[in-house]
């Protein structure tokens, strides 16, 4: 064989043999218990021997994790980030405060820290580095970091504000380095009360209406009860001088010319003779005897001024107490709450920026809301940077439709959620329950239409839920 014939085989051998190597892969594997060829077969077999090979049930490999049903949800635990927000009050006169970045990982983080300034307060002095932004509902400190592995960052801000006894919450954001995915969030409240409640010293006597009304209906129950004992005394002495021995009722009674006399007539169709004389008395004590006036004891009544008195001054005690009782809860009832009895489940709380707010299963902190820049007339996002916290001992879900945007004008729009899931990296936050005792800070996006800026939040776990509302400034 001419050597040239030689080569060609030899190279079509070894690109035959490369075409089945690199086809072994795709193939399912052997049996364990198959048997190896015990002689080699020749190149022009490999072919042959490829396609019949038969595929074997595969063994399930004992360090492989178990399947999971499709039907089995696995609650959201909230994967730990590397990058914590601790917001703490300044002990200061004035108000302000304290924001720590820690970044516990092994590798340095860039990250984005945006600080929320309590609506009518102004930055009077920022750690450097800070830019103040300010817009017509809000204000805002935001600090670009580049945090090293294992380290913590502390940034300052005093503010200033109107109205020094008024308590201010400031929630601290940090996010990632392009600003829209939140690592942490935390909050704080400054609040400087004008005494403590223990020297809080309480209103005087006469400023308290149920006093005043107390004293009151006194004064006019011990006047009434004062002039019924002086006209009943006054009536006695009267009755008693009337009955005395010089009274005009005994001379009535004894004549003009002294004592009557009564005498017994005796004899046939003798009759009662009676003449004027001296009084005889028999042995008996018999007639004749002498007239003795009889004080006839009548029944006293209190006059009827003394009763309508009583009944009206009692009737104007309790009408007061009434009226300012009732004036009192009415003063204490929000009319901008929405109602909490009946189908509502739990009692509906209202709060601001910054404040976590808790309903029946979930607690909500609302730390920051922004809304795109685009025309009056086009729809654009607002996002709203939330905090849930699951602090039932079961787990507990919640729903994007049930989450509201109100405007302005009444209306209100519910989460976008594909726009949600794409905030949140493709992830689907409603679709599993959260787990017992974790918590999330995640973005929540609405479309809204118009130049309006959503007004209010309301935020809730369930349908029945009374839920939580957030004003937004």
């Not at 809080?200 to 009860?225: D, I, M, N, S």
């Not at 349908?463 to 937004?472: C, I, K, L, W």
Request: net charge positive.
């Amino acid at each position: 064989m001419p050597a040239s014939r030689r080569h060609h085989r030899a190279l079509a051998v070894f690109v035959h043999c490369l075409g089945i190597l690199a086809a072994v892969p795709a193939l399912p594997p052997a049996a364990p218990n198959a048997a190896a060829p015990k002689a080699a077969a020749p190149p022009g077999a490999f072919r042959a021997a490829a396609a019949t090979v038969t595929p074997t049930p595969t063994q399930p490999d004992a360090a492989a994790p178990p399947l999971v049903s499709p039907s089995v949800v696995v609650p959201t635990q909230g994967a730990p980030s590397p990058v914590t927000v601790v917001v703490t009050p300044a002990g200061t006169p004035a108000p302000g405060y304290q924001v720590q970045v820690r970044n516990t990982g092994s590798l340095p983080v860039a990250t984005t820290v945006r600080q929320e300034l309590p609506p009518g307060t102004s930055p009077t002095w920022v750690t450097p580095g800070g830019r103040t932004t300010r817009s017509a509902a809000t204000t805002e400190v935001t600090w670009q970091l580049r945090l090293p592995a294992r380290s913590t960052t502390t940034l300052h801000t005093a503010l200033t504000t109107a109205a020094p006894g008024r308590a201010l919450s400031a929630p601290a954001c940090a996010f990632a380095a392009n600003g829209n995915r939140p690592y942490d969030c935390a909050t704080a409240t400054w609040d400087r009360a004008a005494a403590p409640a223990a020297q809080a010293t309480p209103a005087p006597a006469w400023r308290r209406p149920p006093a005043l009304l107390a004293a009151l209906a006194g004064v006019l129950l011990l006047t009434v009860g004062g002039l019924w004992w002086w006209q009943r005394h006054r009536r006695a002495r009267a009755a008693t001088g009337a009955t005395g021995a010089g009274s005009p009722a005994a001379h009535s009674a004894t004549g003009r010319a002294g004592t009557g006399t009564v005498f017994a007539g005796t004899g046939a169709g003798a009759g009662f003779t009676g003449r004027r004389g001296p009084a005889a008395t028999g042995p008996d004590g018999g007639y004749p005897r002498p007239v003795t006036p009889v004080a006839v004891a009548r029944r006293r009544k209190p006059p009827v001024w003394l009763v309508v008195g009583g009944a009206v001054a009692v009737l104007a005690g309790v009408v007061g107490a009434a009226t300012v009782t009732a004036t009192r809860r009415v003063a204490a009832i929000d009319t901008t709450k929405q109602p909490t009895a009946g189908a509502w489940v739990g009692t509906g709380t209202t709060g601001v920026l910054g404040v976590p707010l808790r309903e029946q299963a979930l607690e909500f902190t609302v730390y920051r809301i922004a809304c795109s820049s685009t025309p009056s007339a086009a729809a654009r996002q607002c996002q709203a940077t939330v905090g849930v916290r699951n602090l039932t001992p079961e787990q507990q879900t919640w729903h994007g439709q049930m989450q509201r945007a109100y405007l302005p004008g009444g209306t209100f729009v519910s989460t976008d959620e594909p726009a949600t899931r794409l905030a949140n990296q493709g992830r689907d936050v409603f679709a599993q329950p959260l787990a017992a005792g974790s918590r999330l800070v995640l973005p929540l996006v609405f479309t809204v239409d118009g130049a309006d800026r959503p007004k209010r939040l309301e935020l809730r776990s369930g349908v029945f839920s009374a839920g939580v509302r957030v004003d937004v400034p």
